[in-house]
Each structure stands twice: as structure tokens, then as C-alpha cells.
């Protein structure tokens, strides 16, 4: 299949119709609105419905009740909308709801900017509803990775009964590039006997549900929970190391922040560096193998954010006081800089000789 030139946002809405989304609920927000806009105009085509909802919350109890019905259903929004549908979001992970959702992060606290961001490292990673859940969480770092990753997160859902959130931002939401679908395809839905699709006389009635009233029913449901969570932390850790055998230092990083580390290091590796790259591609579960792929050599880990340091948190309980650990990132809206990320390391590296 040739490759198409799509701005992000698109891509996520074409790919998740060829995975078999029928259902999309959400409300607009800069960066993200071209998602909506483009499953309002492509997703009854496939015979599917798409609803803006009066509000972020209303469009996230949609998405409660169309996993439940069994169906494949999306929304999408950028953070101060993520964080509306956080109470929404604990509530299908509790009921064990297949569903993705797509974040593209912009620069906060509060309405903040319509820059990118990833100043919700935290409120993916450690869950911004109540209660004990978890989420499955990707971060991409192209749009050929968010097609991609749409029809695993799709696949993933159904697998774990889990929402599963996308953590883009607005750099990939907004930019273009050349994308191929080739690896898309509505696969053949696994059963959902769970599912509240009628029982035609034939079974008893489904009960979705996360109200347990006894105290011991509901810790026993959440040791049920903890037990899936740990089943996907063992299985579903996903990474990309670039150049990290015998580096002196490795950076930390995902997302767009990864793009720019990447340049960061060609460019200090070609004045005779070595500097390797770590791209955590789960935020959650934290790819903690990958850093048992480090060297004795690597003395040390750069962690590069769009915010004022959210990942470093993990970086540090991976690395279990190994190796020193810096970071260095800009916030608000504001893109760090490959010179900024390369002067860094360079202080870094003089600092220790």
C-alpha cells in the first residue's frame, strides 16, 4: 500500500476506522479537534456513529456504555478535557471496559496553552481518577507509530478488558507525515460474552458494574485488578534502544522529545561522543527491562521532558541509584532545543571528567 502525507490527528481517526472503531464520542479542543472533525466526516461512511457531546464528561460515560454493549468505541481530547473524564475513566476501568483514548497533550496547569506538552506523564501514569487502576499507555513518536499503535491498543483493550490511552501531544497531533495502513485491518472481534448485547432468553442478564457496597467484595475485586495489572507490567513493556552499548551516557526520553534527544546524539556522536538513546514506548507499564540492557560503561542518564520533570520520578526507581541521573526540559507549551539538550550533556560529561 503506497504511503499517504496525513496530519496526525487524521491518522489516528483513519486507523482506528480500519481497526473497527464504530463509536466515537468526544468534544473539541485545540490541539486535537481535527480527530473529531475527521471521524464526524469518515466514521458513518464505515457505518459507524460518531457524537460531540454536550461535554467531556458526557462523552466519556458515552464510551462507558458503548464498551459495554461489546463495541469498539474512541474518544479523544487534549489535557484539561483528559482531565474532565478522569472520574469516568476510573469507572470503565473498574467495570473492566475495553476502550481507547487519545490524549494530545498541551501545556498546563489549568487552561494553560494550546502548545505542545507532556506535563501528563503523571496523570496517565498514575491514574487521575480514584481508586486502585491502572491504564496501558503508549507513547508514540511519529504518526506512523500512532497508526500503528492505534490497531495494539484496540487489540490490547479487548485482550485486558482495560482502557488503554494514546499519550501523544501536539506536535504529532499537528504535523504530517507520509503514513502507510497496510498493517490495519478490523480483525475478528474476540468474544465478549460479558457484554450487555440483550440475552435473547437464552442466559442471565450481563451486570456491568464497579459499585460493591461490601467492603471485603471490593477487595477482592481490586486484588482481581492488581492481578491483570501485573500480568500486562510482565508483558507488555515496550522500548527502543539506539546506540546504548558502551555509551558514556544515555538519554532518557519518548514522545517528540525522543525526535529531538535522537538529533541531540547523532550530532555529539559525530564529534566523537557516545551517547545512546532509551525511548520508553509504554509510560505504564514503565519499560523497566530496558534499562537492564545499560552497560557498566553508561555512568549516567539525561531524562529530556516537555515539562518540569514528571518520568524522572520512574527513571530513578528503575535505576535503583546505579548511575547519576540529570534532567534538563522546557514547559508551558515551550519545545526544548537540540542545542539545549547537547549543552547539557556536554556540562554533564565535563562535570564528571
Not at 496526525?8 to 479542543?29: H, M, W
Not at 457505518?47 to 454536550?54: D, S
Amino acid at each position: 500500500m503506497a504511503k499517504v502525507l496525513m496530519k496526525g490527528n487524521e491518522a489516528i481517526g483513519e486507523a482506528a476506522i480500519l481497526a473497527g472503531c464504530r463509536f466515537f464520542f468526544g468534544y473539541p479542543i485545540t490541539p486535537q479537534s481535527e480527530l473529531l472533525e475527521y471521524m464526524s466526516l469518515h466514521l458513518p461512511k464505515a457505518g459507524g456513529t460518531f457524537l460531540q457531546a454536550e461535554s467531556e464528561v458526557a462523552a466519556i460515560n458515552m464510551v462507558y456504555g458503548a464498551a459495554g454493549c461489546g463495541a469498539r468505541v474512541m474518544t479523544g481530547s487534549s489535557s484539561p478535557g483528559i482531565a474532565l473524564k478522569q472520574e469516568g475513566i476510573s469507572y470503565i476501568a473498574g467495570a473492566e471496559l475495553p476502550c481507547v483514548i487519545v490524549n494530545m497533550m498541551r501545556g498546563g496547569p489549568g487552561l494553560g496553552s494550546i502548545q505542545p506538552a507532556q506535563s501528563d506523564y503523571n496523570q496517565s501514569t498514575r491514574g487521575g481518577g480514584d481508586g486502585d487502576y491502572k491504564l496501558l499507555v503508549y507513547a508514540p513518536a511519529s504518526i506512523q507509530e500512532m497508526v500503528d499503535y492505534v490497531q495494539i491498543s484496540f487489540d490490547k483493550a479487548d485482550q485486558y478488558r482495560n482502557p488503554v490511552l494514546i499519550a501523544g501531544d501536539g506536535v504529532l497531533g499537528q504535523m504530517m507525515e507520509p503514513v502507510e495502513f497496510s498493517s490495519q485491518k478490523a480483525t475478528d472481534l474476540p468474544a465478549k460474552d460479558w457484554a450487555t448485547t440483550g440475552t435473547d432468553g437464552k442466559r442471565a442478564p450481563n451486570v456491568i458494574n464497579s459499585l460493591y457496597l461490601d467492603a471485603e467484595e471490593l477487595e477482592k475485586h481490586n486484588i482481581h485488578l492488581s492481578e491483570k495489572y501485573a500480568k500486562m507490567k510482565e508483558n507488555e513493556q515496550r522500548w527502543e534502544s539506539v546506540g546504548i552499548e558502551g555509551a558514556e551516557l544515555v538519554i532518557v526520553a519518548y514522545g517528540t522529545t525522543a525526535r529531538i534527544a535522537r538529533s541531540a546524539m547523532d550530532n555529539l556522536n559525530k564529534q566523537g561522543r557516545k551517547i545512546g538513546l532509551l525511548r520508553p514506548i509504554t509510560l505504564w507499564p514503565y519499560p523497566e527491562k530496558a534499562f537492564e540492557e545499560l552497560d557498566d560503561a553508561t555512568k549516567h542518564l539525561l531524562v529530556v521532558e516537555m515539562s518540569m520533570g514528571q518520568m524522572i520520578d520512574d527513571v530513578r526507581i528503575v535505576n535503583e541509584g546505579k548511575r547519576k541521573i540529570d534532567f534538563v526540559g522546557r514547559s508551558g507549551g515551550v519545545i526544548p532545543s537540540t542545542s539545549l539538550v547537547e549543552e547539557k550533556i556536554l556540562e554533564i560529561l565535563e562535570r564528571s571528567e
